[in-house]
Antibody, heavy 122, light 107 residues
């Protein structure tokens, strides 16, 4: 079955750029029924949507992060990636990638990666 | 942004209890409402989509209802594995937003 796996550095210095990749296995990222998204969760807190991308490259970002976020897709590798620039301690969180099913009545994150903890610290 | 407010924030209950969690949206979101369950150290798991549709593989003791601004998640008879944190999420408009979570604890 379809699986998602996040990868990237677990420690990033303040003011630098956080870079993560999500590898999709067991299925194609180039499906018309899905977007692919990033969600984060600071320690002990709730979930925050970062942004989503379609296999064509079309993107939607959370306005609260838009100036610092870039999400891209590489269909040849069945991967999509997140870059978050100028990070601070407030960006410390577990970062999840997830599949966003685009339905007739609703859109839902139906498959999630296991998550990767990213700490921003010098 | 559409604000999602869950109540209660935490809840203590016993195995076998019927439990209801409420989610209110700051404006109408029709039925663009999903419910997730998250256990410590794990990714969220989709339980209910489109307000009332049960995701494949999810036990039938979970149900959802509502439309517009008011929604509920009901667990008909709590099982030990149901103690977790539950989140609602709207997909009516971007940015996608989540409720703050409801922590369900064992009494």
């Amino acid at each position: 079955q379809l699986q998602l796996q996040e990868s990237g550095p677990g420690l990033v210095k303040p003011s630098e750029t956080l870079s993560l990749t999500c590898t999709v296995s067991g299925g194609s990222i180039s499906s018309s029924s899905y977007y692919w998204g990033w969600i984060r969760q600071p320690p002990g807190k709730g979930l925050e949507w970062i942004g989503s991308i379609y296999y064509s490259g079309s993107t939607y970002y959370n306005p609260s992060l838009k100036s610092r976020v870039t999400i891209s897709v590489d269909t040849s590798k069945n991967q999509f990636s997140l870059k978050l620039s100028s990070v601070t301690a407030a960006d410390t969180a577990v970062y999840y990638c997830a599949r966003l099913y685009i339905g007739r009545r609703d859109d839902a994150f139906d498959i999630w990666g296991q998550g990767t903890m990213v700490t921003v610290s010098s | 942004d559409i604000q999602m407010t869950q109540s209660p924030s935490s809840l203590s209950a016993s195995v076998g209890d019927r439990v209801t969690i409420t989610c209110r949206a700051s404006q109408s979101i029709r039925s663009y409402l999903n419910w997730y369950q998250q256990k410590p150290g794990k990714a969220p798991k989709l339980l209910i989509y489109a307000a009332s549709s049960l995701q494949s593989g999810v036990p039938s003791r979970f149900s959802g209802s509502g439309s517009g601004t008011d929604f509920t998640l009901t667990i008909s008879s709590l099982q030990p594995e149901d103690f977790a944190t539950y989140y609602c999420q709207q997909s009516y408009s971007t940015p996608i937003t989540f409720g703050q979570g409801t922590r369900l604890e064992i009494k």
